[in-house]
C-alpha cells in the first residue's frame, strides 16, 4: 500500500510543477494521467481487502499502472521506485519485489540534456527574462525563460500541439517585439560554440542568447 501511495503522490507533485514555466513542456502529464487512469476507485477496492490478498492487490495496481504508461513511462515509474525503495523501511518481500521490477530499468532522463530537436515553426506562449541579481547573499546569473508551442506537421490540425522549454542562463541578449506572439513564427538556433545557446523567432522578433543554464 505503501510504494503504490508514494507513485500516486510522486505523479501528483510532478503534474503540479507545471505551472512553472521552465516545468510546462517536460513533465508527462498527460502519460502520467493515462498510467493512473481509475487510480482512485482502484485503491479503494484494494484497501477494502485484507491480508496477503490486500498487498499483492497493491502490487498488481502499481503493475498495471507501469503497463499503462508504456516503454516512454516506465523510466519514470523504475526511478521513483527505486527511491522509495532507498528511503522507507520496507519488508524484504515488498523490497525483492521492487528489485525485480527495477532490476532492467535506468534513470529518467534529465531533459535538460536532450537535444533540441525544435520544429521549424512554433507560437510563442511566454518569454521571460531575470536580470543577474544577488538574493540572500547569493549571487544569480541573468536567465531566460521561453515557452513555445509547436503546431501540428503536415494536414493533421486534429492532432495536439507539442510545448517546448528553452532554457537559458548568463543572457547575453533578451530582445522581444510584440509581434512575436502574433501566430506561428519560423524558428532557428545559432551557437558560437557548444557551450553557446540562442533562439531567434520570425524576423528577430523575439532573440535569445546565452549559455547552458548552470544546474
Same mark, same amino acid.
Given at each position: 500500500?505503501? +510504494?503504490?501511495?508514494?507513485? +500516486?503522490?510522486?505523479?501528483?507533485?510532478?503534474?503540479?510543477?507545471?505551472?512553472?514555466?521552465?516545468?510546462?513542456?517536460?513533465?508527462?502529464?498527460?502519460?502520467?494521467?493515462? #498510467?493512473?487512469?481509475?487510480?482512485?476507485?482502484? /485503491?479503494? *477496492?484494494?484497501?477494502?481487502?485484507?491480508?496477503?490478498?490486500?498487498?499483492?492487490?497493491?502490487?498488481?495496481?502499481?503493475?498495471?499502472? /507501469?503497463?499503462?504508461?508504456?516503454?516512454?513511462?516506465?523510466?519514470?515509474?523504475?526511478?521513483?521506485?527505486?527511491?522509495?525503495?532507498?528511503?522507507?523501511?520496507?519488508?524484504?518481500?515488498?523490497?525483492?519485489?521492487?528489485?525485480? /521490477?527495477?532490476?532492467?530499468? *535506468? #534513470?529518467?532522463?534529465? @531533459?535538460?540534456?536532450? &537535444?533540441?530537436?525544435?520544429? @521549424?515553426?512554433?507560437?510563442?506562449?511566454?518569454?521571460?527574462?531575470?536580470? *543577474?541579481?544577488?538574493?540572500?547573499?547569493?549571487?544569480?546569473?541573468?536567465?531566460? +525563460? +521561453?515557452?513555445?508551442?509547436? @503546431?501540428?506537421?503536415?494536414?493533421?490540425?486534429?492532432?495536439?500541439?507539442?510545448?517546448?522549454?528553452? &532554457?537559458?542562463?548568463?543572457?547575453?541578449?533578451?530582445?522581444?517585439?510584440?509581434? *512575436?506572439?502574433?501566430?506561428?513564427?519560423?524558428?532557428?538556433?545559432?551557437?558560437?560554440?557548444?557551450?553557446?545557446?540562442?533562439? /531567434?523567432?520570425?524576423?528577430?522578433?523575439?532573440?535569445?542568447?546565452?549559455?547552458?543554464?548552470?544546474?
Amino acid at each position: 500500500m505503501l +510504494v503504490a501511495a508514494r507513485l +500516486v503522490h510522486m505523479a501528483m507533485l510532478q503534474i503540479r510543477t507545471t505551472h512553472y514555466p521552465r516545468n510546462a513542456g517536460r513533465i508527462p502529464v498527460r502519460l502520467l494521467a493515462r #498510467a493512473l487512469t481509475g487510480a482512485g476507485t482502484d /485503491i479503494l *477496492a484494494a484497501g477494502a481487502l485484507r491480508g496477503s490478498r490486500r498487498e499483492s492487490a497493491f502490487r498488481n495496481l502499481v503493475e498495471t499502472w /507501469i503497463t499503462n504508461g508504456g516503454p516512454a513511462l516506465a523510466p519514470w515509474f523504475i526511478d521513483e521506485l527505486r527511491g522509495i525503495a532507498g528511503s522507507e523501511p520496507l519488508p524484504d518481500i515488498t523490497r525483492g519485489w521492487i528489485e525485480g /521490477i527495477t532490476a532492467q530499468g *535506468a #534513470a529518467l532522463p534529465d @531533459p535538460g540534456t536532450q &537535444d533540441l530537436g525544435l520544429p @521549424p515553426e512554433a507560437e510563442l506562449r511566454l518569454a521571460e527574462y531575470t536580470a *543577474a541579481h544577488a538574493r540572500y547573499k547569493t549571487p544569480w546569473d541573468s536567465s531566460a +525563460v +521561453v515557452l513555445l508551442a509547436h @503546431p501540428p506537421a503536415g494536414d493533421s490540425p486534429s492532432r495536439r500541439w507539442r510545448l517546448h522549454v528553452f &532554457d537559458v542562463g548568463d543572457v547575453s541578449r533578451f530582445r522581444l517585439r510584440s509581434d *512575436a506572439f502574433d501566430g506561428p513564427h519560423r524558428l532557428w538556433t545559432d551557437g558560437e560554440a557548444v557551450s553557446r545557446k540562442s533562439l /531567434i523567432l520570425g524576423q528577430g522578433s523575439l532573440d535569445v542568447r546565452g549559455r547552458e543554464p548552470r544546474r
